[in-house]
């Protein structure tokens, strides 16, 4: 049953590595031009900051119910000392958020006027870490790993530079030596160093720049030939690909399967990705059933979808759509 699956997640210890951000948001009111040029003026009522990037992943998983620890490199910054106090607030784990002199904290910027966003103002650097920061990044991990000995640990890639090559094989390698279940959310950089992954989970855009096929049309037919050629460089045990309005993909050792998207009233897709990573690698960890994982994380992708900005699932929520939408399918 779900809600006894859902109990089980507070038994979990999950560790999720990548690029960290801040999500600002800026809630104004328009009511002139300005006199400066031809653009509005933009009076903020409300501010809010969020956390983005893999630190939303981290937040998915802890209102979720499980433990979580955050470990990424961020810069030595306002900004960056403002993300550790959110995460600390959430009750995330900060041992892993090291910072450097070298690193600019991601910082992403809406400014929004009646639930429209009009601009978006972006910090960042995507150079990768330096070779310093880089070992000493890749040493604490591993340490960590080796005496906490998560149950689960996500690469949310951002190609923001934490995730280079090295870094990502050395922390796969110890957890198969561990036997922690190992889900990646990838991007184009670093597309096939994730090699002998559980749960490799690309988007559709993200397949057809990794692949370099058009993929105009998504049939299971063709997501199986993609599974294969990903299965090829990578692997891995199951492909679990996002495909927007229609649904998801999964395919595990034996088949796969194209599962539709429930019918939604979307307000803001910003976040979805880390909403249905999170719900996929906890479900996936508790059940080892992909069929299971993809249907849950499914509908938890489409619940956020309905609110405005980045915000994490809501558990009951969720648990309750679980409930009502799959009461006949799934126990």
């Given at each position: 049953m779900p809600e006894e699956l859902f109990e089980k997640i507070a038994d979990l210890h999950v560790v999720v590595v990548g690029d960290v951000m801040i999500d600002n948001y800026r809630w104004g009111d328009v009511e002139r031009i300005s006199p400066e040029a031809p653009v509005p003026v933009v009076s903020i009522r409300r501010s809010e900051n969020r956390l983005g990037g893999a630190a939303n992943v981290a937040l998915n998983c802890k209102a979720l119910g499980a433990q979580v620890s955050m470990a990424s490199v961020i810069g030595n910054d306002e900004e960056g000392r403002s993300l550790v106090a959110l995460l600390e607030e959430q009750g995330i784990d900060t041992t892993l958020v090291q910072s450097s002199d070298a690193r600019m904290t991601t910082a992403k910027t809406r400014i929004l006027s009646r639930n429209q966003q009009m601009i978006r103002l972006d910090s960042e650097m995507q150079e990768e870490l330096n070779t310093r920061d880089e070992h000493a990044f890749i040493d604490a991990t591993l340490r960590f790993l080796q005496i906490r000995k998560p149950q689960i640990l996500i690469f949310e890639d951002y190609n923001k530079g934490v995730l280079k090559e090295n870094v990502i094989q050395k922390i796969i390698a110890h957890c198969q030596a561990l036997g922690i279940v190992v889900a990646v959310d990838p991007k184009l950089r670093n597309f096939f160093?994730?090699?002998?992954?559980?749960?490799?989970?690309?988007?559709?855009?993200?397949?057809?720049?990794?692949?370099?096929?058009?993929?105009?049309?998504?049939?299971?037919?063709?997501?199986?030939?993609?599974?294969?050629?990903?299965?090829?460089?990578?692997?891995?045990?199951?492909?679990?690909?996002?495909?927007?309005?229609?649904?998801?993909?999964?395919?595990?050792?034996?088949?796969?399967?194209?599962?539709?998207?429930?019918?939604?009233?979307i307000a803001d897709v910003s976040g979805a990705g880390d909403t249905v990573i999170a719900v996929a690698a906890v479900v996936y960890a508790l059940s080892r059933d992909a069929g299971l994982m993809a249907a849950y994380s499914n509908i938890a992708g489409g619940l956020v979808c309905e609110e405005v900005g980045v915000v994490p699932v809501n558990r009951d929520k969720l648990l309750a759509e679980i409930q009502r939408l799959l009461r006949d399918t799934v126990s």
């Open positions: 160093a994730y090699k002998g992954v559980d749960i490799f989970k690309p988007n559709l855009k993200e397949v057809r720049e990794g692949l370099h096929i058009p993929l105009e049309q998504v049939t299971e037919a063709g997501m199986e030939a993609v599974h294969r050629q990903l299965q090829e460089q990578l692997g891995h045990r199951i492909s679990f690909i996002t495909l927007s309005e229609k649904g998801v993909y999964y395919h595990d050792e034996t088949s796969g399967k194209v599962l539709p998207s429930h019918i939604r009233n």
